[in-house]
């Protein structure tokens, strides 16, 4: 025991066991209660409200929404993609993404397309999760995410066309924000 009565150490230094004193907050390993876990079981998370946030993970159907504007990342009938109301989704459209994850990157598919980028604008025909198609998804201080994805060596966040609905790849790190609801 040392001079104030709570620890040994052995011939090395180090503490061969912890003495508790009154005064101290330490006890012995023996007198521990075990802490309480809780199972969690990933896929059957429960869907949060609507203001809640969502972070986007794999084996979810997401919907990708514009923060602030109600408006939702829709893959048209040419596999191109655009921002829409979710009342102005038409036939041969949707919103639903599965998100997946590849080698640590998320992508979004819907109808067995992936969501990404021909190095200007965004697209979902390509039928397999490659570099283009890669997301980071990162959270922004302001709330909601970018959604980032490599073009050449660095990242560029998705934004939005001049004409407010075509998705681009954005020039600088301006880009939109996004909100992931849970279908």
Known sequence: ???????????NGYLSSIEPTPESS??????AEPPAYTDVNHSQRVQPDADTEVVPWAGDTLVIQQRGTGRVIAVT?????????????G???????????KNGWFGFK????????DNN????????????ENFCVRKHPDGGYQLR???RWTFRNMGIGKDGQKLVVAKNDDGALWDFRKV
Not at 1 to 11: A, F, I, P, V, Y
Not at 77 to 89: A, I, Q
Not at 112 to 117: A, C, M, N, Q, S
């Open 26 to 31: 330490l006890y012995s390993l023996e007198s």
């Open 91 to 101: 036939t041969g459209e949707g919103c639903h993404w599965e998100c997946v994850e």
């Open 121 to 132: 604008n965004f697209r979902a025909d390509a039928r397999f999760h490659r570099q283009h």
């Open 110 to 117: 819907h109808a067995g397309r992936y969501l990404g980028h």
């Open 149 to 151: 994805n490599l073009h």
């Open 1 to 11: 025991m040392n001079e104030k009565g709570n620890e040994k150490s052995d011939t």
């Open 77 to 89: 009938d040419d596999r191109s993609v655009r921002l829409v109301t979710v009342d102005n989704v």
